[in-house]
Each structure stands twice: as C-alpha cells, then as structure tokens.
C-alpha cells in the first residue's frame, strides 16, 4: 500500500514539474521570438516608410520570420524553461521536498526529458522543412517587394544611382501614380554617346509581365542632350519614352542554403559539379541540422544538473542569467566551429557537433555532481 501511494505520489510530483516547466517554456517561445525580431525593426521600419509596405504584409513577412527563427529558438527557449523553472523548485526547497518522497535525480529530471524529447522533435522537423519553407517565403515577398514599384526607389531631390542604370533626379515623386516633377535623367548605358534629357514631367509605367524587369518611362515636353566625339545634339520633344530593362535580375531569385530543405540539400551534395567551396558550405548546412535539433536533449541534462541542487538558495533570477551565459557560449562556439568546416579548416561533421559535445560532456559531469 504505501509502495503504491509513493508511485502515484511521485507520478503527480513528475506531473506538476512537466506543466511547470511547460509555460516557461512557451514563454521562452514568445520571449526570444520578440528579441529576434527587435533586431529586424530597422529593416521593417524602412520597409514601411521607404517602401510604404502595407501592415498586412509586414505582419506576413513577421509570420515567415519567426518559423524561419524556429530551429534555433527552441533550443533555447527550452534551456531558459528549465533552468528557470529547476531553480525556483530548488530555491523553494520543492526538490527536497520531491527526494523525500523517494524521488532520485533521474525522477526529477524526467519531465524535462519529455519535454526535451518533444521539442527536439518540433526542432528537427521546422529544421529539415518548415524553417526553410518560412526562409524561401520572406526570400519572395522580399524580391517582389523590390520588384513591384519602380518609383519608390527614386527620392524627391536626391540624385538616384543605379536606376536602370541611369542617373536620375527629380523634384517630386507620387508612389502610386508614378508621376515625376522637374526630372533631369543621365543616360550611360551607351558610353560612346552618353544622353542627358531633361523634361517638365514624366511618369514611370511597369510592365505587369516584368515587374521591376521592364518599365517606361515617359517622359513629357523636355529635352535630349548628345555629346559625341566633338558633336553635340539637342533635340526637343514633346513625348518621350525610355525604356527601362534590368537584365540582371530577369531571372526569378535562387534558393539561398537557408531554404533549402533537408532532402534538397541531399541532393545537391550528389552533384559532382559543385564547387570545392560551395559543397562545404553545403555539406556543414546538412550537419549543422541535425546538430541543432539534438542540442534540445543536451541543453536539458546540463540545465537539470545545474539546477537540480538540494542546498540551491540562490535568487530566482539566477535562471535566467546563467540561461543567457550558457546560450551566448553555445552560440559562440558554434559560430566559430561553422567557420571552420565552411573554410575546410576541419570535417563539417566533426566541426559542427564539438559544441554539442563539449555541452554534453560537461552536462554529464554537473549531473553527476547533483546526484
């Protein structure tokens, strides 16, 4: 009798923990994903007002950003959860409590490990597709966002380089009809015979077929201006068209390694006529993924060994601190072992797993010293 009211007694204790850590853990989802959009605030803010982007797609391009920030959120949203919730057990004596009802550390630590092990889960599959699902997304709403309006790349008084590969300036500029004030346009495309046209209006009209590709401009009651050789040549016009074609950016934009999925960088390891360089790029990309999606597991027995202390009366707040301290030294050591197996310096599979490694390595040693 008393065996089996210590079993459900411990199984409530294994209960409580798991949906103690479970909302930290959300939280943690929740708090990172703020702080890595915080980082992409400029860029937002300049795609409202540069680009006068509307709200909804802002919200879209925040949607992509945060499954594309999965894989590595997880991770440590899950060691902020347990350090966090581990050490306030520990700080209120609860892990005492747990022990003295013939809880051991792997009991106690168990909760955690489910926790982990589904995590890990969720991780490896928005690692292997969803994550670069999300990437490609934000990848072409960002190219088409470049690509829809010719006339929000020119600024009212400001010259403007690169334009079609024209010099342009103009006094006033309305985005959405594409009229254009006072326009004066340096024409280098042809160097031998460069133009310079000045005009008392004009107004930039895309191509719907090529947004961003092909557009004209029309260009109303101005001026041509040739110098060729020792000859110069005015003409004046009343309606003139310029047309504007980008061949370089005809082509729709390639997947960068971040989109790709796990099968697509399979696949593209087979082929035989890649790079030196790129097929290291590509093959740490492929490692890297697997790597990410088992540092869940790891990150939980080093947070459960650290905080899994009986005489642990240190502050609340200790969690978080040491959750920061132990993610920026993961982060670090990744970054630089990534470095080294996209330049050659050491195998990708090797390079790419020695932070997992040295994590676990010192994840078992902290859990041994808290048995």
């Not at 980082?39 to 982007?53: D, I, K, P, Y």
């Not at 000859?231 to 003139?240: G, L, M, R, S, V």
């Not at 729709?252 to 696949?267: N, P």
Request: net charge positive.
């Amino acid at each position: 009798m008393k065996g089996k009211l210590s079993l459900s007694l411990g199984r409530l204790a294994m209960k409580y923990i798991f949906f103690e850590t479970l909302p930290s853990f959300l939280f943690g989802v929740v708090v990172f994903v703020f702080i890595l959009l915080m980082f992409q605030a400029l860029r937002l803010t300049e795609f409202v007002l540069v680009h006068g982007v509307e709200l909804q797609t802002i919200l879209k391009i925040m949607t992509y950003l945060t499954v594309s920030f999965l894989p590595v959120i997880l991770p440590m949203s899950l060691l902020f959860a347990v350090l966090l919730t581990y050490g306030r057990l520990s700080h209120d004596s609860e892990i005492v409590a747990f022990k003295s009802l013939g809880l051991n550390h792997f009991h106690i630590a168990l909760p955690a490990f489910v926790l982990a092990i589904c995590a890990s889960i969720a991780s490896a599959h928005t690692s292997f597709s969803l994550a670069p699902w999300g990437n490609r997304k934000f990848e072409v709403i960002i190219d088409k966002m470049k690509k829809t309006k010719a006339a929000t790349t020119l600024r009212a008084g400001v010259f403007s380089e690169g334009f079609y590969d024209l010099v342009i300036y103009t006094n006033d500029v309305d985005e959405d009809t594409g009229e254009l004030k006072k326009v004066f346009i340096y024409d280098e495309r042809s160097s031998e015979s460069p133009l310079t046209i000045i005009s008392q209006e004009g107004q930039i009209i895309n191509n719907p077929n090529m947004p961003g590709h092909k557009s004209l401009l029309r260009l109303r009651k101005g001026s041509i201006h040739r110098t060729q050789s020792k000859n110069y040549t005015k003409i004046d016009f009343e309606t003139y068209d310029v047309n504007l074609f980008d061949p370089v950016d005809t082509s729709f934009k390639e997947k960068t390694l971040l989109s790709l999925t796990l099968d697509e960088l399979k696949i593209k390891l087979l082929d035989k006529k890649l790079s030196k360089k790129n097929h290291l790029k590509i093959k740490t990309e492929y490692y890297k993924r697997w790597a990410l999606s088992f540092s869940c597991i790891i990150f939980v027995l080093i947070g459960t060994g650290l905080s899994i202390t009986a005489n642990n009366r240190a502050s609340k707040s200790n969690g978080v601190v040491t959750s920061i301290g132990l993610i920026v030294l993961y982060w670090i050591l990744y970054v630089t072992f990534e470095g080294f197996a996209r330049n050659g310096t050491l195998p990708a599979l090797l390079s790419v797993w020695i932070p997992n490694v040295f994590y676990l390595t010192w994840g078992s040693w902290v859990t041994y010293r808290s048995i």
